[in-house]
């Protein structure tokens, strides 16, 4: 790749220096930084930005310097988030792969064995190998189950609202909304029309819903941060381990 300059104070010019990224003019006096391709003129960039290893390439590689590049572990809460995130650049890596095969298919006869194919096929081997370990990242450490952390506020909440219900005011209103007459028990009392449901039902069905679903978002949020605590040094481990593994691609 072209060699990066730094120019600390710039010069006055009749050529407008403008930055790639973001447009400023750069002015006298200000510093900047420019790269020369091979082909056309130099390409600048002001203080505050630095020229990306896509601006410096002509391969199909840019997209995939660009996921490397725009990383940040750090930005992750979980194990399942920085998966993901590996999993969308490995992504982009089996893209270029393919486009590369691409290339080499549609080569002349006769020139698929040539230098320029082999090392497109070198570049495709080592893209689909870097893929596979990004999709097989695995770090040995405990992760927050959302589903289970769920199923118990759920139970949690629940059984807190019960508690908090006048339930023989919902058993009133129960009886008097029905439209026949209600079943009699061996004692020739009404059956209780709670009997048998579900703490969560009756807190939903004759209860507050809104506020049984807030509390048990919240609830799962306390759990979430809970385990992040408990588990914080694992997972500032798994990230030293998904930054080195992405930064391991060298083409």
């Known amino acids: 790749m072209p060699r990066v300059y730094t120019v600390q104070k710039a010069r006055a010019s009749k050529r407008v220096r403008t930055c790639r990224v973001c447009g400023h003019v750069i002015e006298p006096g200000e510093s900047y930084r420019y790269f020369e391709p091979r082909y056309g003129p130099a390409v600048m960039y002001c203080a505050e930005h630095y020229p990306k290893r896509s601006h410096m390439t002509t391969s199909k590689l840019g997209p995939v310097y660009d996921a490397q590049d725009d990383f940040d572990a750090t930005a ?19 893209e270029v792969a393919s486009e590369y095969e691409e290339a080499i298919s549609n080569m002349p006869d006769g020139t698929e064995s040539s230098p320029v194919a082999e090392a497109m096929q070198e570049k495709i081997d080592i893209l689909q190998s870097y893929a596979q370990e990004l999709e097989s990242f695995e770090p040995d450490m405990e992760t927050f189950d959302e589903d289970d952390a769920r199923n118990t506020a759920e139970e949690e ?95």
């Open 76 to 94: 992750y809460e979980s194990v399942e988030d920085l998966q993901s995130a590996l999993q969308e650049i490995a992504s982009t890596a089996e």
């Open 157 to 251: 909440v629940a059984g807190e609202m019960l508690d908090e219900m006048d339930l023989d005011e919902v058993r009133n209103h129960l009886l008097i909304d029905v439209d026949e007459i209600p079943e009699l028990d061996d004692d020739g009392e009404a059956e209780d029309p709670l009997e048998g449901m579900e703490a969560k039902d009756i807190v939903t069905q004759h209860g507050d819903e809104a506020d049984y679903t807030s509390r048990v978002d919240a609830r799962v949020e306390e759990m979430r941060e809970a385990h992040a605590e408990e588990h914080g040094d694992e997972l500032d481990t798994v990230r030293d381990e998904a930054t080195e593994l992405v930064a391991g691609l060298e083409l």
